[in-house]
C-alpha cells in the first residue's frame, strides 16, 4: 500500500516537474511551425516586389536613354536597326488586334456556353462538357500555336483568303479565343450558379420562359460575375505568349487588318531573349520596358476584375 | 377580346420560338469548344502518330528530322517536374495553411491573400524575366535546371496555394473543435486532422499545377532552356531543355519533315498531360463520393 503511494506521488511529482518544461516546449514548437509558416505565405509577397523590382529597375535605364515621350507616341519600333525607334505603339496595337479578336470569338461563346451548362444542361451532360472544358483550358499554349500555324492558318484562314500570308493575326486571334473559351464559360458558370433561386422562380410565377428567365433575369444579376470572368480572360489574352509567337508573325506593324502579320508584345519579348542580343544593351533593355507595360496592363486588368467579383459576392452573401 | 387572345397568341408563338432559337445557339455554342478540342486532337494524331515509336522517344536531337528524338527534352522534363515541385509544394502547402489555419484576420493578410490572386494572373513571360534576372543573373544559377526549376516554382505557387486553400476551407470546423477539445495543440490539429481529410483535395490542385509546368514554354525560353541539347542533365545544375522548347523548336521551322516531329512530341507531351489530368479527376471523383457516404 505504501509502496503504492510513493509511486503514485513520484508520478505526480513528475507530471508537475516536467509539465512547465513539456509546455514550453510544445509553445516553442508551435512558434517554430507558425513563423516557416509565416515565411511560406510570405513568398508570394517576395515574389510581387521581386518582379515589381527587377522591372522598374531596367525600365528606368531604358528610359534614362530613350524618352518617355517617343515610347509611347512613336509608331515605328525598329530596336534592332538603324535608325533605331522605340514607339510601343505598333506592338501594342499587335497584343490588341489580336486580344480583341480573341475576345470577339471567346466572349459570346463563352458566355452562351455558360448559360447553357447553367440554365439548360441536365447534370449528366454537365458532368460530361466541364471536364472536356478542362482538358481543353490545359492544352499548353506551344501546342495551339502549332495548331494555329498549322491547321487554322494553313488549311483555314489560306483557304478562306487566298493570297493571305501564313503568319497572321487572325489566325492567332481565333486560337487564343479558343484558349480562353473554358475560361469565361466556367467563371460566367460559377457566378450564374450563384444567382439565388428565388430570383429565378419569381420569374418563372410571372410566366416567363426558360429564355426569359436566363436572359433577362440571370444574366443581369450575375453581371458583374460576367464582366470579371471577360476581363480576366482578356488579361489573359493579352499576356499569351506562344500562340502569338508561332502564328501572328515577327513584324511590329501597326495596323487593324487581321490577315497582316504583327507582333505582339509577348512575341517581341521571346525574339530578342532567342537571339544574340548581348545583355546590358539598349536593344536588351526594351524587353523590361515592354515587359513592364504588359505587367501593368495585366494588373489593371486583374484587379479591376477582382473588385468587380468582391462586390459581386457582397451582394448575394 | 378574341382580338388581345389572338395578339397574346402571337406574341406567345414569338417568345416560344425565340425560346427554341435560343437553345439551338447555346447548344451551338457550347460544341464550338468541343469541337476544336476534338478537331485539335484528330490533326494532330493524323499528323504525328507515325512518327511516334520507341525510336523517337529514345534518340537526342538530330539536325536530320528523321533521326531526331525527344530524349533529352523529356528527361529534361522530368527533372524539372521533379525539383519544381520539391519547391512548390512545400511552399505552397505551407502558404495555405497559414492563410486558412494561422492567418490572423488584419491589412497584411488581406494583403498576401489578394497579392496572390494577382500573381496567379501575372503573364508566364513577366516569371521568364523575373526567372532571367534573378535565378540567372543574380543568384548566378546559370542557365541552369535549377534556375529553371525555381521560376517555375514561383509561376505554379500561386495554384498550389489557392488549390490547397479550397481543400482546408472544405475541412469541417468540427473536426478542428474536436481535437482541440481533446488538448491538441493548434499543429497538432493541422498536421494530424485537417491536413489528412484534405489531402486529396490539396493533391488534385498540386496535379494540375504541375500540369502547368509540364506545358509552360515561354518562361523557359527566357531563362535560356537550350534549343539544342544532345545529353541529358546529370544533376540540377547542368543545362536542359523541355518538352515543349523541343516542339516549339520543331514547329517553328519551315519543313514538313520537322513539323511531324513537332506533332510527334506534342503527342507524347499530351499523353504525359492527359494521364494527369485524368489522375486529377479521379481522384476528385473519389473525393467527392467520399464526402457525399
Known amino acids: ?317 | 377580346m378574341t382580338v388581345t387572345q389572338a395578339g397574346f397568341r402571337r406574341r406567345l408563338l414569338a417568345r416560344k420560338a425565340t425560346a427554341v432559337g435560343f437553345v439551338i445557339l447555346a447548344i451551338a455554342a457550347t460544341g464550338v469548344g468541343i469541337a476544336a478540342l476534338a478537331v485539335l486532337m484528330v490533326d494532330l494524331t493524323r499528323e504525328g502518330i507515325g512518327r511516334v515509336s520507341w525510336d523517337f522517344i529514345n534518340a537526342f536531337p538530330s539536325r536530320k528530322p528523321e533521326e531526331a528524338g525527344i530524349k533529352a527534352a523529356l528527361w529534361g522534363t522530368i527533372w524539372m517536374m521533379g525539383l519544381t515541385a520539391a519547391f512548390a509544394i512545400p511552399i505552397g502547402v505551407g502558404a495555405a495553411i497559414y492563410l486558412e489555419e494561422y492567418a490572423p484576420k488584419n491589412w497584411l493578410t488581406r494583403v498576401i491573400q489578394t497579392n496572390i490572386a494577382n500573381l496567379a494572373g501575372v503573364p508566364s513571360i513577366v516569371y521568364g524575366i523575373l526567372g532571367l534576372t534573378l535565378f540567372v543573373r543574380a543568384m548566378e544559377l546559370g542557365r541552369s535546371l535549377l534556375a529553371g526549376s525555381l521560376t517555375m516554382a514561383l509561376l505554379v505557387l500561386p495554384i498550389v496555394i489557392i488549390a490547397s486553400q479550397e481543400a482546408l476551407r472544405a475541412v469541417p470546423g468540427s473536426i478542428r473543435e474536436a481535437a482541440f477539445a481533446v488538448g491538441a495543440s493548434r499543429w497538432q490539429v493541422v498536421s494530424r486532422q485537417v491536413v489528412p481529410a484534405a489531402l486529396p483535395g490539396m493533391l488534385t490542385g498540386i496535379i494540375l499545377a504541375l500540369s502547368r509546368a509540364i506545358g509552360e514554354t515561354a518562361p523557359m525560353i527566357m531563362i535560356g532552356a537550350l534549343l539544342f541539347v544532345p545529353f541529358t542533365p546529370d544533376g540540377p545544375l547542368d543545362r536542359f531543355t523541355v518538352l515543349p522548347i523541343q516542339i516549339f523548336n520543331w514547329a517553328a521551322r519551315p519543313q514538313d519533315e520537322f513539323r511531324v516531329n513537332a506533332a510527334a512530341g506534342i503527342i507524347v507531351l499530351l499523353a504525359v498531360l492527359l494521364t494527369m489530368n485524368a489522375a486529377a479527376i479521379i481522384l476528385r471523383n473519389r473525393l467527392q463520393a467520399r464526402s457525399r457516404g
Open chain 1, 1 to 317: 500500500m505504501a509502496v503504492r503511494a510513493t509511486e503514485a506521488q513520484t508520478s505526480v511529482s513528475r507530471i508537475r516537474r516536467r509539465g512547465p518544461l513539456e509546455a514550453r516546449l510544445r509553445h516553442g514548437r508551435e512558434a517554430a511551425v507558425h513563423g516557416a509558416l509565416f515565411l511560406c505565405a510570405f513568398v508570394s509577397v517576395f515574389t510581387t516586389l521581386a518582379i515589381i523590382a527587377t522591372l522598374l529597375e531596367e525600365t528606368v535605364g531604358f528610359f534614362r536613354e530613350v524618352s518617355i515621350v517617343d515610347f509611347l507616341t512613336d509608331t515605328k519600333w525598329t530596336p534592332q536597326f538603324k535608325p533605331q525607334h522605340f514607339g510601343i505603339l505598333s506592338l501594342l496595337a499587335g497584343t490588341l488586334l489580336v486580344a480583341i479578336g480573341a475576345a470577339a470569338v471567346a466572349l459570346p461563346v463563352g458566355l452562351l456556353t455558360a448559360i447553357f451548362l447553367s440554365e439548360y444542361a441536365p447534370s449528366w451532360l454537365r458532368s460530361v462538357v466541364k471536364p472536356v472544358l478542362e482538358v481543353l483550358a490545359g492544352i499548353p499554349t506551344v501546342v495551339l500555336g502549332f495548331f494555329a500555324l498549322t491547321f487554322v492558318s494553313e488549311d483555314v484562314i489560306q483557304v478562306l483568303f487566298p493570297g493571305t500570308k501564313i503568319f497572321n493575326a487572325a489566325s492567332a486571334a481565333i486560337v487564343v479565343g479558343i484558349m480562353i473559351i473554358p475560361m469565361v464559360a466556367s467563371l460566367s458558370e460559377d457566378a450564374m450558379a450563384a444567382v439565388p433561386y428565388s430570383l429565378r422562380e419569381g420569374a418563372y410565377a410571372l410566366g416567363s420562359t426558360r429564355y426569359e428567365v436566363a436572359l433577362r433575369v440571370v444574366v443581369p444579376a450575375a453581371l458583374s460575375g460576367i464582366v470579371a470572368s471577360f476581363i480576366l480572360a482578356i488579361s489573359r489574352a493579352i499576356g499569351e505568349t506562344m500562340i502569338v509567337t508561332l502564328a501572328a508573325g515577327a513584324t511590329p506593324n501597326l495596323t487593324w487588318d487581321p490577315l497582316q502579320s504583327v507582333q505582339t508584345m509577348t512575341a517581341y519579348i521571346v525574339q530578342v531573349s532567342l537571339g544574340d542580343t548581348p545583355q546590358g544593351s539598349l536593344e536588351f533593355r526594351t524587353i523590361f520596358a515592354v515587359g513592364m507595360t504588359l505587367f501593368l496592363m495585366t494588373l489593371a486588368m486583374n484587379i479591376a476584375s477582382q473588385y468587380l467579383l468582391q462586390r459581386f459576392r457582397e451582394v448575394y452573401e
